[in-house]
């Protein structure tokens, strides 16, 4: 038997509960996509979430750059439109490698992604439709990648809009401008978060009024920041008594306690379950 070279295929999703979708739908999602990978003959493709990161905190940033740029062929889930998702999207789609955006028959086409060709599959997973996705999704993993390699003109995206070159990122490269990369990415994304939270309704626990929408997304931007920037360890309220998460929300006008600590607790708690299931998958 040939041994075939082991590619990488990264995957772009989300992984916590939002809207209608629960965790363990995502991790079905998940599955489905390693599945389908999994069935093409032609290559031996690794599928892994690129969020995923072996290092220390600090450096999961940069990590998430380098794996987005790394990738062979990346597979991107926009289903919800979650913020995270859209944000390494764009990031993905700047290096102009071979990118594949799947979707839900419940989510609406993105306007500015529109010139890449699409792939839908049922939200409710149903068998059949689901066994006739995966074929199909097998198939264009397959092509596009061998495109890719064949056609010297190819481009992803960049090139509807005029020649450009995509400098090569290396490691070092990355390492040089920690800063301002993780200052770029907290900017982004905050933004993206603002504008999503905006037109999107938020189920929050009782104790959080109606009449503070505001204050809840203001919450939630600070709690997601923190996050991204920070080691994770312990329970929520553990992570809530530590002086620096009191000295992060500070800086954005919150206190936490009263009427914003359950809140607060309730991302904390969610975020947790998630990671825990992902990583037992």
Not at 214 to 230: G, L, P, S, T
Not at 241 to 263: A, C, R, T, V, W
Request: proline share 4%.
């Amino acid at each position: 038997m040939e041994n075939k070279p082991e590619l990488r295929c990264g995957i772009i999703m989300p992984i916590a509960s939002m809207f209608d979708y629960t965790a363990e739908h995502w991790l079905e999602v998940k599955g489905i996509i390693t599945q389908a990978v999994s069935q093409i003959i032609e290559f031996n493709f690794k599928t892994d979430i690129v969020s995923n990161s072996d290092g220390e905190i600090d450096v999961i940033h940069k990590r998430i750059v380098q794996n987005l740029y790394n990738a062979d062929i990346v597979i991107c889930d926009i289903s919800g439109r979650n913020p995270n998702v859209l944000f390494e999207l764009g990031m993905r789609l700047t290096f102009d490698k071979p990118t594949i955006i799947i979707k839900d028959d419940k989510t609406d086409f993105i306007f500015d992604t529109g010139i890449i060709e699409h792939l839908n599959y049922p939200s409710d997973l149903r068998f059949n439709k689901i066994v006739k996705f995966q074929a199909e999704l097998a198939n264009a993993v397959s092509q596009t990648f061998k495109k890719s390699k064949d056609d010297p003109t190819y481009s992803t995206f960049l090139g509807n809009f005029g020649e450009f070159k995509v400098p090569a990122l290396h490691q070092t490269t990355v390492s040089d401008v920690q800063q301002l990369i993780l200052d770029e990415i907290s900017s982004v994304r905050r933004e993206v978060n603002s504008l999503k939270m905006n037109s999107s309704k938020m189920n929050s626990p009782k104790r959080v009024s109606n009449d503070d929408r505001n204050q809840r997304m203001k919450i939630r931007e600070a709690v997601q920041i923190y996050i991204d920037f920070n080691d994770i360890e312990g329970e929520p309220l553990d992570i809530v008594n530590k002086p620096s998460f009191s000295q992060h929300l500070n800086n954005f006008g919150i206190i936490p306690s009263g009427e914003n600590i359950d809140y607060i607790l309730h991302l904390l708690t969610n975020y947790k379950e998630s990671i825990k299931k992902v990583n037992n998958y």
